[in-house]
Nanobody, 129 residues
Framework: QGQLVESGGGLVQAGGSLRLSCAAS????????MAWFRQAPGKEREFCAA????????YYADSVKGRFTISRDNAKNTVSLQMNSLNEEDTGVYYC??????????????????????WGQGTQVTVTS
């Protein structure tokens, strides 16, 4: 059984940056695409970014494109999300996710939370004005 553990969340002022990390244990996800989602209070879980198994392809939601960067280090079994130019709308709990199906990013599928089999417990990001 695989486990995902996120870290790096916190409180930041608008315009600031945070870097989230996701560490996998119990099994390796190095041959699978991974993703970051977020969920704001009272809202549904929202796709942020996805990355292919080797990091060669990435895919972003329009709301974070140009501000967030997803990356992975398969040697360390980690996935990261660098978040810049944060605004209050970025506030929420951020989740790392992995799945057994997707190897690369597939627009139209990567955004579907139902395709992901493994989820972390989430890390809170709060952006203040």
């Amino acid at each position: 059984q695989g486990q995902l553990v996120e870290s790096g969340g916190g409180l930041v002022q608008a315009g600031g940056s945070l870097r989230l990390s996701c560490a996998a244990s119990g099994r390796t996800f190095n041959s699978r695409a991974m993703a970051w989602f977020r969920q704001a209070p009272g809202k549904e879980r929202e796709f942020c970014a996805a990355i292919s198994w080797n990091g060669g392809s990435t895919y972003y939601a329009d709301s974070v494109k140009g501000r967030f960067t997803i990356s992975r280090d398969n040697a360390k079994n980690t996935v990261s999300l660098q978040m810049n130019s944060l605004n209050e709308e970025d506030t929420g709990v951020y989740y790392c996710a992995a799945n057994e199906l997707l190897v690369t990013v597939v627009p139209g599928s990567s955004e579907n939370a139902k395709l992901y089999d493994y989820w972390g417990q989430g890390t809170q990001v709060t952006v203040t004005s």
